[in-house]
């Protein structure tokens, strides 16, 4: 037992607790802006450092795992007793978590001196420090926890952080609406993977996530279609949070909160949750081929939707939060191909990457006095540099430049998609999708770059004066840039004939699945013939000249300004549209969903309730009141009328009567 | 010596007492319903301390001679002052003894007037629903049933709002019908039965029993809890009533519903309701979807928690029938909840009434700003009430659904929709009162939360967070019950699967004669 | 002869009868009445009931309607306005068919119920000897039916007593006593 | 005689039905008062019918009839004087003998 | 010496055994009308008139304690019939005349302050209040139908005279004409029917081997003659319990009459006619049941119906009286439909005898509102009662409640026993609960009044009732409350007394 496990996710709760009371005490102050005041100041001291000691504490657990042992246990807390079964948490650090605590924690911690330097002065700073660490607690247990009951807890833990931290800034009306969008939109995940999770009580009796990836391969024979829809519906609370077609909406509407919380949560590590889970669930997935297909079908959609969308985004934020659902597209196109160390490599160095890119987007919207339109910008480099050359290593590790992390990371999975190809054809299609959506990342990643640092200044400077951040700020700037460019190296691919680092460590986690696979493909794993080897050269090529082709043409067209954005926009205004839009998919939900449940809502409640159901209750007693004075009319105060009933009466009495 | 008769004879005592207390002083009436109330807590935390969870039968049972009712064309029957707590019963009354002393501390906010009188129905009001949670016999039961209809209307008649009469008045008689109907069948129950102890009639199993006797019980619950459609009495009762009325009657009084439908329903007619479970089922679901909806409609706060009263309620009513021990679990555990997160938001709407006298969402927006205390409580019961995990909400949920789940996939996936739209719903309410920029200057000078305000509401969270994190403290102790509960089940079942294997095997037979 | 003069007699009652309902002037009506009670008196003297008719006779021809026509006198009802208002028929249109239509349902069923004399009737020992004779009826009203015939002496009282009450001059007020004004419960009031 | 009782029956009948028409559709207190007399005559015709009857078919006298004529005379006379003390009653105040008048009281 | 024999004869009835006990409560109430008149008229006398009154009726009250106790100890097969079989005498007659007599004693309090007009006649009023009751006795013990209607005659004149009592006022003197008239049409019928009953079996007996109760289980009872007598008598009788369509005089003649006179028309009168229905339940053709008890639903639905619209008090409870008339006539309906005549009974006593405490109590708190010079209370001049007396709301409120029907009140539990005897013996679910329904709709009602009195405020304008209240009337309705209360939570003393 390593109940020391614990302290994982017990660190940031109690930090949280911390910094929410920090908070409280802060606004007792009654200084003019709470934010400056001494508790909270030492809230955002608290906060940062209690997630350190959750990194060290990672770092420790890492290194025990460094040697025989393969999983890490705490011992078990009975939270809901159902009679017949009962749902146990423990706290589980094997080879797949242990790499997402260390990002999870790294990352955040990083982010969390970030903020140190990116919230200062704002009123909220200590309840801002109280949410993060929320949400690393709530991460870490989603990350951590040994049945899928416990990752639920975190699960709509993170989606509940979000929902704050999105709307950090409630004050201002729309992040509060983009806080509940996201909310919602996670909920519609959610329920699925309840249901989804109801299903896999029934077929293994437990939500022991450990039962169901030893058992998986065993149900396959009876009852493959239930676990198969189960593994769908498991999907469909990753698409949520995972911002995948058709739930991605939220994401680039989250962008409202503060951009360390975009960096954080919408780029390095909850949305990623959905890549984990399915990591995860490793074996259910290899298991059900069909939903493989539907996962990398949605996925290389997604990333086709986020890349195209991304290039006609003028907002800095929105370009890097489609890219980052364009990104996590190729996450899921590579657990579709059974890539699941791929998949996991990719979201590490996402992590750092785009971590990178969000920060560095906030140090220069912070530099900008809150501007974040790339039309007005311009020229930054001068005034930023050190933003700046972190921003370009962050841009060309995603844009996939050789060498680069990203390179590596996105290439194979477009190589194993490729590979995949060989047992259902439909991998082509994905393969060449992601192709697609690989140029575009390219392009509009440097689009980006040219719009904001490249060219002249396209604001004015006798408003703006544009500085660079302090160095809380770029020192965590400085951190992400060595690793998105030098993260390659975990998974260098295996014509290189270096070990994959990650695929090695994650073995024990994906062996039982891999070789469910390589059976089910019919030949044996990583087995490199020379035909093999020959493509990932070739793929290796094309992924290199595509990323190194359109990253040129991205940057050169936007080196004078978002001019031809306009003039797409004049000759293709139906195609401009489309693609600044999303392909018009929020649009749709807003008109095809939005609006008609509003609409039925107030349908229900006035029609439907109000007439119909309160109307019969109503009604009735309307009906007795009017009855009522239909009776008393009877009683008109004449003995005759009295009399002539009572005749009556006494003469159908009679009449009944006898002839009955 | 039990427990039961000072816990439940108690409050009248206080209440005789708080008649002749002078009627000036306020605050000393006050003072003695919080002590009273009190006491009847701590009678009720005695009660749980001594209760032990591993017995399925009543404990504590008080048993006393009351009246025989001659019974016509039979021998008479005995009817008896029978009290007993089992773990059902444990659960509700000690949230109903939990509760009541904090909302006597929250009247002190908004009953300003006739105070007295206010306490005196509380009093009363307590006295009658731990009677029909405790009550062991059925024409005590139904005493209770019905007399604690009375201090409510009488609450909401006199300190309600502006359409109170109406609401008063449809309240009373829509569940009196029900309770009327349900006397019809009391009536011939024990008249079939021949006894009124309420043990006995649940051991009696109730097979034989007509269908009606089952539904006209079914109905007069079903109303009060109330599943959709007869629903409509709910949402203007509590729009009218005073906070501690809408309190009151969405912590406690609701729960007699759902508890009367377990104890009277399953209990007492396994076989019938499995017969008429789907019904339910289906009842629990649309209400669920429905009071959802309801409530997204709603523009007025209180009335918004009241629609996502039926919402959750629905969730209660599907994991009862679905008749298996996660689902009753999840049920029962359930009405804890809801008493506990609406009750909050009930008391938190009422507080914001008490300073802007207004519950249109319309008329709030940024509270967040001025009240950061409030907001705080507020999101975190409607956390709470959305089923998020870690609080109390999500463990009944998911315990409703997962029972569900075997039972009617179709109804449960009907369900799950209720936690999107419960999201939905509660989120935009957050959303419109909390955030947002202030339009309204009166938000401005809104005072935060007060000590007493924040004091009494401190108990409940601890509750929220203790059922979520450590839900077994609080089901374990109805673990018996509920298990011997299944087992009533499970052999009617078993019963009906043997006759239908029979005739399954003997047609064969039959076939080969011919 | 005898059954000549019963339905002679039938005959003249109910066409007092219809006097009675029909006259316009209530004398005449009360004077119709009167006569179909000669009639009834006559026809219970025929079918066997001396006492009766001797009864019939002096309680209903004797007193009542003596009371009925010094009522007449005494309100003198003659005046035309009055009779104007009071004469006529209450009733009209579907209601009067409706009055008519239950007192011929009445008749109807009255008539109609009688078991049908299956043989002439031949009169025996009993019905020659009449059917009440003042001994009999003595005898069975003092022993069996005493308590009727008791209780019909407090029913008199009553009857006086109501009478009285409602019909005599008002007495000369009476002063009130005082009363304690007030529920047991509360601060009285002296009135 | 040896008219069939069934003919005095059937005579009460007429007479029962003619009072209830006088009871219904006249106007005058008095005269609706002297038709309920009409009733009860009819009533009493039927118990001496009856009595008749019962006293041929079982060759006893059967009394129940006679007396019972006997007390509904006496009670005639009670309901006589009390329903004229009500005419009078009604006569003081409204000035009429219209039973039309005391319908002030409805609904 | 003939005549000697002859006058033993005569008197034979009066040496049956136990025959002074039989008859004491009727005796002690027509001695005590005699001893009354005679204080009256003896100047000397006079303040002892109360006492007369009382005693009059605590030794009526004290003989039937005496049948009562004597009907615990002895068996079954112990004498019931007296005087020829003219008389039954039983523990339910016993108690069918302790609620007479305690109307009678309510309504005789209510009015000791009530008059302002016509006060000098208050004797002949409490004389004929002491007679109502020896009416109401006579008719429930009648062994045969002579007695009946003497009984019955005796009950109703002296309410004639008492409705229009107050006889310098138009409303009173329309009400004692309005139930003259109809009153003695109902007499009128009852005597055809019962000659018609007479004609076809050739008894006026109810009781006993040769009366009309053991005819009826005989063949061959029920022929066309026999069945139009007893709808005749049906319908007599359902004039005086007012059941649709024979209740319209109802809110009429209550309006009208003297509120305490009310208060006993509609206790006693209707306890009287109930009695008497249902010990002649078994005399109603076999098929009569489903007609007798939609006749009962039809009575109470326009009654609740009918006071539901209803802005007068004293209507509304003339209204309530009407379908509480309608409920116990569920009873009758029950009885012939299979329950034994003692559970009808039984259920019969326990709601009349609520009834009787709570629409009493009702109408004496009205009678103690009732302000000179109004001619009747409207609902709305109750408002602001709960402040300004709170005594007289909280009883009013508990008197609705009872008459609603809500438990810990008598009401409830005499609602209990007649729908029991329909649904357990009568079988008459569908019956039961339509009435349960329809009970609903009187709640409504009822709740109105206490909406009023505690709800909403007084009108600035609206002078405080205040009138004649003596103390007495206030203990009167002390003593309602209690029996209310006690009915509905210790119903096993008075359930004691029916064993």
């Known amino acids: 037992m390593h109940d020391y496990l614990w302290l994982l996710p017990l660190f940031p709760l109690l930090g949280s607790v911390a910094c929410g009371v920090l908070h409280f005490v802060a606004l007792r102050t009654g200084t003019a802006n ?38 890490l246990e705490s011992s078990a807390w009975r939270w809901i007793d159902a009679g017949t079964l009962a749902f146990d948490v423990a706290m589980v650090v094997d080879r797949l978590s242990s790499v997402m605590i260390l990002v999870v924690t790294g990352v955040s911690f990083l982010i969390h001196v970030y903020s140190l330097g990116y919230m200062k002065g704002d009123p909220g700073f200590a309840k801002f420090f109280a949410f993060l660490n929320l949400f690393v607690f709530a991460m870490l247990m989603l990350v951590l926890s040994s049945s899928l009951l416990g990752l639920f807890v975190g699960w709509e833990g993170v989606g509940l952080c979000s929902y704050l931290l999105i709307g950090f800034w409630y004050q201002k009306g729309w992040p509060a609406e983009a806080g509940q969008k996201a909310f919602v939109m996670n909920r519609i995940g959610d329920a699925c993977f309840l249901v989804g999770s109801f299903l896999l009580v029934r077929l293994f009796g437990s939500l022991d996530l450990s039962t169901i990836c030893g058992r998986a391969v065993e149900v396959n024979g009876g009852h493959s279609a239930e676990l198969a829809i189960a593994a769908l519906l498991l999907f469909g609370g990753a698409c949520g949070k995972s911002a995948q077609f058709p739930l991605f909406t939220w994401l680039p509407d989250a962008m409202a909160g503060p951009t360390p919380v975009s960096a954080l949560i919408h780029a390095a590590t909850m949305v990623t949750a959905g890549v984990y889970l399915l990591a995860r669930l490793n074996p259910v997935y290899a298991v059900s081929p069909d939903v493989l297909v539907i996962v990398g079908g949605v996925g290389a959609l997604t990333a086709l939707i986020g890349a195209s969308t991304a290039v006609q985004q003028n907002d800095i934020k929105k370009v890097l939060a489609y890219s980052t659902v364009s990104q996590l597209g190729y996450m899921f196109l590579g657990l579709a191909s059974g890539a699941w160390a791929a998949a996991i490599f990719h979201l590490t160095t996402h992590a750092f990457f785009k971590g990178l890119l969000f920060l560095g987007a906030g140090s220069v919207i912070h530099g900008m006095h809150d501007e974040q339109d790339m039309r007005r910008m311009g020229g930054l480099r001068r005034h930023m540099p050190k933003t700046g050359i972190t921003f370009v290593a962050g841009a060309a590790a995603l844009s996939g430049l050789p060498l680069l992390s990203g390179f590596f990371s996105k290439d194979e999975i477009l190589y194993r998609s490729f590979a995949h190809g060989g047992q259902s054809f439909v991998y082509f299609a994905l393969w060449s999708a992601g192709i697609a959506a690989a140029a575009m990342t390219a392009f509009y990643t440097w689009r980006m770059v040219a719009l904001t640092f490249g060219g002249e200044e396209r604001f004015d400077p006798h408003h703006v004066h544009p500085h660079e951040s302090p160095a809380t700020m770029t020192g965590p700037l400085l951190i992400l840039a060595v690793l998105a460019t030098f993260g390659g190296i975990l998974g260098l691919p295996a014509v290189l004939h270096v070990p994959h680092l990650l695929e090695r460590w994650m073995e024990p986690v994906t062996a039982a699945s891999a070789a469910f696979l390589a059976q089910s493909a019919g030949h044996e794993t990583g087995a490199h013939g020379a035909a093999e080897v020959a493509i990932e050269w070739a793929l290796l090529g094309l992924g290199a000249g595509i990323a190194l082709v359109f990253a040129h043409r991205g940057f050169r067209a936007y080196r004078r300004g978002p001019a031809p954005d306009e003039a797409l926009r004049e000759k293709r205004p139906a195609l401009a549209s489309f693609l600044a839009g999303a392909w018009h998919v929020d649009a749709a939900y807003y008109e095809k969903i939005v609006q008609p449940v509003k609409l039925f809502a107030f349908f229900v409640a006035t029609l439907v309730d109000q007439v119909v159901i309160d109307g019969a209750v109503n009604g009735a007693a309307a009906l007795a009141r009017i009855a009522g004075g239909k009776g008393r009319r009877l009683v008109d105060g004449s003995v005759k009328s009295y009399a002539l009933w009572m005749g009556t009466g006494a003469a159908l009495l009679a009449l009944v009567w006898i002839w009955s | 010596m039990s427990l039961l008769t000072p816990l439940t004879l108690l409050p009248l005592l206080g209440a005789v007492v708080l008649l002749f207390l002078p009627a000036a002083n306020v605050a000393a009436q006050r003072l003695w319903t919080l002590a009273v109330t009190t006491v009847v807590a701590g009678l009720g935390v005695g009660l749980w301390l001594v209760f032990d969870g591993g017995i399925a039968t009543a404990q504590q049972v008080v048993d006393a001679p009351w009246f025989t009712l001659p019974y016509p064309g039979g021998e008479a029957v005995a009817v008896r002052y029978k009290l007993g707590a089992d773990g059902l019963s444990l659960l509700m009354v000690g949230l109903t003894a939990i509760l009541m002393p904090l909302v006597v501390l929250s009247s002190y906010g908004h009953i300003k007037e006739r105070t007295k009188e206010f306490l005196v129905w509380l009093l009363v009001m307590e006295t009658g629903m731990l009677g029909v949670f405790l009550a062991l016999d059925l024409v005590l039961f139904y005493f209770f049933w019905e007399v604690s209809l009375v201090p409510l209307y009488f609450m909401v008649g006199i300190w309600g709002g502006t359409n109170r009469l109406y609401a008063t008045v449809k309240f009373f008689l829509y569940t009196l019908a029900g309770s009327l109907v349900m006397l019809v069948a009391v009536i011939a129950l024990i008249a079939r039965a021949g006894t009124t102890d309420v043990p006995a009639l649940v051991a009696a199993h109730g097979a034989s029993e007509p269908a009606w ?54 209990q007492m007619f396994p076989a019938t309701a499995i017969d008429w479970a789907p019904l339910f089922m289906a009842l629990g679901a649309l209400g669920i979807v429905y009071g959802a909806f309801l409530s997204m409609a709603q523009n007025d706060l209180k009335r918004l928690v009241a629609c996502s009263s039926v919402s959750h309620l629905g969730f209660v009513v599907l994991g009862m029938f679905a008749l298996t021990q996660a689902g ?90 209720g936690v999107v739209l419960g999201a939905v719903y509660l989120l935009m309410a957050t959303r419109r009162v909390l955030y947002g920029p202030i339009i309204h200057e009166e938000n401005r000078r809104m005072a935060d939360l007060g000590a007493r305000e924040v004091g009494l509401m401190l108990p409940l969270f601890l509750f929220v967070v203790w059922i979520g994190v450590q839900p077994d403290a609080f089901l374990g102790k109805a673990d018996a019950t509920l298990e011997a509960l299944q087992e009533r089940i499970e052999d009617v079942r078993g019963a009906r699967e043997t006759s239908r294997r029979a005739i399954e095997e003997a047609l064969p037979a039959a076939e080969v004669a011919r | 002869m005898a059954e000549i003069l019963f339905y002679l007699l039938a005959a003249g009652t109910l066409a007092f009868g219809v006097g009675v309902v029909a006259a316009r002037m209530p004398l005449h009506s009360v004077l119709s009445l009167l006569g179909a009670f000669f009639c009834l008196a006559g026809i219970y003297l025929l079918a066997g009931f001396q006492f009766l008719a001797a009864t019939q006779l002096l309680v209903y021809a004797g007193a009542i309607m003596v009371l009925f026509l010094f009522v007449i006198m005494l309100l003198n009802l003659g005046d035309p306005a009055e009779l104007k208002r009071h004469g006529g028929i209450a009733l009209g249109g579907r209601r009067l068919a409706l009055a008519g239509g239950i007192a011929g349902v009445l008749a109807l069923i009255g008539a109609l119920v009688v078991p049908r004399p299956a043989a002439p009737w031949r009169p025996t020992a009993v019905d020659r000897g009449g059917y009440d004779g003042v001994r009999e009826i003595a005898e069975v009203l003092f022993s069996r039916y005493m308590l009727p015939f008791e209780a019909a002496s407090l029913l008199l009282l009553a009857t ?32 | 005689m040896t008219v069939p009782t069934a003919h005095l029956f059937v005579l009460a009948a007429l007479l029962f039905a003619l009072g209830i028409l006088g009871f219904l559709v006249r106007r005058n207190v008095i005269i609706v008062l002297a038709s309920i007399e009409l009733m009860l005559n009819a009533a009493n015709l039927t118990f001496l019918a009856a009595s008749r009857q019962w006293s041929h078919a079982t060759g006893r006298l059967d009394l129940d009839g006679p007396i019972f004529a006997l007390f509904v005379i006496l009670v005639a006379a009670c309901e006589a004087a009390v329903g004229l003390a009500l005419v009078i009653a009604l006569y003081r105040i409204k000035k009429t003998v219209a039973l039309d008048a005391a319908s002030d009281l409805k609904g | 010496m003939m005549a000697l024999t002859d006058l033993s004869r005569v008197f034979a009835p009066l040496s049956e055994a136990g025959v002074g006990l039989a008859t004491a409560p009727f005796l002690a109430l027509g001695v005590g009308v005699l001893l009354f008149l005679v204080c009256d008229i003896v100047t000397a006398l006079k303040p002892l008139r109360p006492l007369v009154f009382f005693a009059a009726l605590a030794v009526a009250f004290a003989g039937e304690l005496a049948i009562l106790a004597g009907a615990a100890e002895r068996t079954e097969a112990a004498r019931t019939l007296f005087l020829g079989g003219t008389l039954r005498v039983d523990a339910t007659t016993a108690l069918w005349g302790c609620i007479f007599l305690a109307g009678t004693l309510l309504a005789w309090v209510y009015s000791i302050g009530y008059y302002t007009q016509n006060r000098p006649f208050k004797p002949e009023h409490d004389a004929l209040l002491l007679t109502a009751p020896a009416g109401m006795m006579l008719m429930v013990g009648a062994g045969d139908l002579i007695v009946f209607f003497i009984g019955l005659e005796l009950l109703s004149i002296p309410l004639y005279a008492l409705a229009a009592f107050r006889r310098a006022r138009a409303d009173s003197v329309e009400a004692g004409v309005k139930y003259f008239v109809l009153g003695s049409f109902s007499s009128a019928l009852f005597l055809y029917g019962a000659a018609l009953l007479y004609g076809a079996t050739g008894t006026v007996a109810l009781e006993g081997d040769g009366g009309l109760l053991a005819f009826a289980r005989q063949e061959g009872f029920y022929t066309p003659l026999s069945l139009a007598g007893i709808s005749f008598l049906a319908a007599s009788l359902f004039f005086k319990v007012s059941v649709f369509p024979f209740h319209l005089w109802v809110p009429d003649v209550y309006e009208g009459s003297p509120t305490p006179v009310t208060a006993l028309m509609a206790t006693g009168t209707k306890a009287a006619a109930f009695g008497m229905l249902v010990r002649l339940a078994p005399l109603l053709p076999p098929g ?81 509102l009732e302000s000179d010079g109004r001619r009747y209370l409207e609902l709305e001049s109750l408002r602001g009662l709960a402040r300004s007396r709170p005594g007289a709301a909280a009883a009013l409120s508990l008197f609705m409640l009872s008459l609603g029907g809500i438990p810990t009140t008598g009401g409830f539990l005499g609602k209990w026993f007649v729908f029991s005897v329909l649904v357990v013996e009568a079988d008459m679910i569908a019956i039961a609960v339509l009435g349960v329904l329809l009970s609903v709709v009187a709640l409504a009602y009822y709740l109105r009044v206490i909406v009023v009195m505690y709800m909403q405020p007084a009108p600035a304008d609206q002078p405080v009732p205040r009138t004649m209240r003596p103390l007495t009337a206030g203990v009167a309705t002390f003593l309602c409350s209690g029996f209310v209360l006690a009915m509905g939570v210790v119903p096993g003393w008075f359930l004691g007394l029916l064993d």
């Open chain 5, 288 to 368: 009569a049941a489903p007609s007798v008890a939609w006749i009962a639903i039809a009575t109470m639905a326009v009654g609740n119906l009918g006071a539901l619209v209803q802005p007068n008090l004293k209507r509304m409870l003339a209204y309530s009286g009407i379908a509480h008339a309608g409920t116990v006539l569920l009873v009758v309906a029950g009885a012939r439909a299979g329950a034994t005549v003692e559970s009808a009974t039984l259920a019969a006593l326990y709601y009349m005898g609520a009834y009787l405490f709570s629409a009493t109590g009702a109408f004496g708190v009205l009678s103690l």
């Open chain 1, 34 to 71: 709470p934010g400056t005041s001494g508790p909270a100041r030492l809230a955002g001291l608290v906060g940062s450092g209690a997630v350190g000691a959750a990194f060290v504490v990672s770092i420790v657990a890492f290194f025990q795992l460094t040697g025989i042992v393969h999983a």
């Open chain 3, 160 to 191: 006086m007593i109501a009478v009285v009450a409602l019909a005599k001059r008002q007495r000369p007020e009476r002063m009130a006593p005082r009363e304690r004004i007030g529920w047991p419960w509360e601060k009285g009031v002296e009135q």
């Open chain 2, 213 to 266: 006797i089952f539904l006209a019980f079914a109905l007069a619950f079903a109303i009060k809890v109330p599943v959709v459609p007869f629903h409509t009495w709910l949402a203007d009762a509590h729009t009218e009533a005073p906070t501690s009325g809408s309190v009151i009657l969405a912590g406690i009084l609701l729960k007699m519903g759902t508890y009367g439908l377990l104890r009277f329903g399953i």
């Open chain 2, 328 to 417: 009753l679990r999840g049920g029962v555990l359930q009405m804890v909840n809801h008493g506990l997160s609406t009750g909050l938001l009930f008391l938190l709407v009422g507080m914001i009434y008490e300073r802007r006298h207004s519950r249109m969402i319309d008329h709030f927006g940024g509270l967040a700003a001025t009240m950061p205390i409030f907001a705080f409580f507020f999101t975190l019961t409607v956390l709470s009430s959305v089923g998020l995990p870690g609080l109390n909400g999500f463990v009944g949920e998911y315990l409703i659904l997962l029972g569900s789940f075997s039972a009617s996939p179709l109804w449960t996936c009907v369900g799950v929709t």
